[in-house]
Structures are given as structure tokens and as C-alpha cells.
């Protein structure tokens, strides 16, 4: 499915379509309506960013395996600038989860808790130093500067996989004493197909 967003084409995929869709029927379909919510804010934040630094994207693509975005620029050269927009979706999540949890003592609803943890989850999982998460950017912006970029993807890789090995078994876990939630399986077997495909 494409469509134009100003001068940016937003690509997404029909497997992935069809996988929110399985997520949809396979879990609670008002926890992904919240986690959606919570993802557009987390992209919302690096668009901001990118804005910021007059570095629009010419294109973002959504697939079941990868999300890109191409800038229009070279000022992604600067590792300064990398780095503040691969942290500020995660910012914007904890913004949100830090923002809301102050509302939740004035309104608390099943709403607003939904979205304090859907944004709290996101921005901790998204900082984790695992390939195409935000964490695994800043990992490598932040070392390309001591170590070689090979190096550097190196280590990512090895650090990804004993990251991915602790959530696969802690999904393992929590399917078998939860028998109908079957979310992080799914997502701990998607970002190891990442690191495989990255290698």
C-alpha cells in the first residue's frame, strides 16, 4: 500500500498488514489499538527531529521485517544529529508515560492506563541495543566513534543476540503461564530474524 505524505512516500506492506491483523485476533485488540498509538507518537518523535534538522525523509517504508526511512539530506552525516533523532522516539515515549502517569492521579481510566504502559513499553524496549531498534542505532552512533564501523556492527550483533536469547525464553515463559498471549514470542522471534537477515 503506498501513498503520499507532502513530498514522502510511506510504503507499507501487506504482510505486515496482515500480521497487525493476526495480532489483532490473536491478542486483545485494544492493547495494539494503544500500542499503535503509542508507536505513531514514537515515529511522530523522530520526524520531529528530523524536521528540526531540515532532514525529511524522501521515503518511509514499513515491512514485516524492516522500517526505513531514506533522508532527503546528507545531514545525517553528523553523529550528533543521528543520535538525537534515533533517541527521540524513544523520549517521546517516556514524555508521554512520565505526562500521563501525572494524569492518572487526577483521571485514572482503563484508557489512560493502557496508554502509560503501551508508551513505558515501547520506550524500554526500543532502547534495547538490538538491531533496527532505536537502542542498537545509538549503540552503533555512539561506538563508530571509538571502534570501527565492522567492529562496532560486531559487537551490536553479539550483544543483540544474548538480548534476544534472554527475551525468547522470557516469552517462553510467559506463554506457558499465560496460554493465549503469544505477542513477544512473535516479536522475540522477529528481531532474531533481523539479526539473522542483518548477518
Known sequence: MNFKLKNCNVY????????????????????????????LCH??????????????????????????????????????????????????????????????KILNTEVLNSLI????F????????????DGGEIFLIVLSGFLTPKTAESLLKSISFVILTVLFTISIIMLINHMYNYSYLITSCYLICLVLLKG
Open 117 to 120: 504502559s503501551a508508551n513505558l
Open 43 to 104: 515515529e511522530a518523535g523522530h520526524l520531529f527531529t528530523m524536521r528540526i534538522f531540515d532532514c525529511m525523509p524522501k521515503s518511509i517504508r514499513f515491512t514485516v521485517f524492516n522500517a526505513s526511512i531514506s533522508d532527503s539530506t546528507l545531514c545525517l552525516k553528523s553523529r550528533f544529529k543521528q543520535l538525537l533523532i534515533s533517541a527521540s522516539g524513544c523520549a517521546v515515549n517516556f514524555l508521554l508515560f512520565f505526562s500521563l502517569l501525572c494524569f492518572k
Open 122 to 133: 515501547l520506550g524500554v524496549f526500543n532502547i534495547l541495543p538490538v538491531f533496527n531498534l
Open 12 to 39: 507499507i506492506s501487506y504482510p505486515l498488514l496482515a500480521l497487525l491483523t493476526a495480532g489483532a485476533f490473536f491478542n486483545d485488540a485494544n492493547v495494539l489499538f494503544y500500542s499503535l498509538i503509542a508507536a
